[in-house]
Nanobody
Framework: QVQLVESGGGLVQPGGSLRLSCAAS????????IGWFRQAPGKEREGISC????????SYADSVKGRFTTSRDNAKNTVYLQMDNLKPEDTAVYFC???????????????????WGQGTQVTVSS
């Protein structure tokens, strides 16, 4: 069974950090680019970061650039999103998604991703 499972969400104070994990089962992430998306209440889902599978190239939305870092460990079949200097506006449900193919770079077009996780809640509040 193909599955992506996010973990690592929670409640954190402004300025704090969290690391999200996206673990794949039923398929190997070697053949997929991975994207991170988030959806806040009442807002559309937005792409925030992605990582390619050929060279590990990354891309970030302006809203998280310099604060979030995406990495992948293919041996563990897991992708990570390190989130630092979190702000209240980062509060959302965070999703990872997998895009099948071999990619030297990645893009955050929602409709191009094949598999999605169930999401993990991140709340930034004092």
């Amino acid at each position: 069974q193909v599955q992506l499972v996010e973990s690592g969400g929670g409640l954190v104070q402004p300025g704090g950090s969290l690391r999200l994990s996206c673990a794949a089962s039923g398929f190997t992430l070697d053949y997929y680019a991975i994207g991170w998306f988030r959806q806040a209440p009442g807002k559309e889902r937005e792409g925030i970061s992605c990582i390619s599978n050929m060279y590990g190239s990354t891309s970030y939305a302006d809203s998280v650039k310099g604060r979030f870092t995406t990495s992948r460990d293919n041996a563990k079949n897991t992708v990570y999103l390190q989130m630092d200097n979190l702000k209240p506006e980062d509060t959302a449900v965070y999703f990872c998604a997998a895009q099948h193919g071999m990619y030297s770079s990645c893009r955050l077009f929602i409709d191009t991703y094949d598999y999605w996780g169930q999401g993990t809640q991140v709340t930034v509040s004092s």
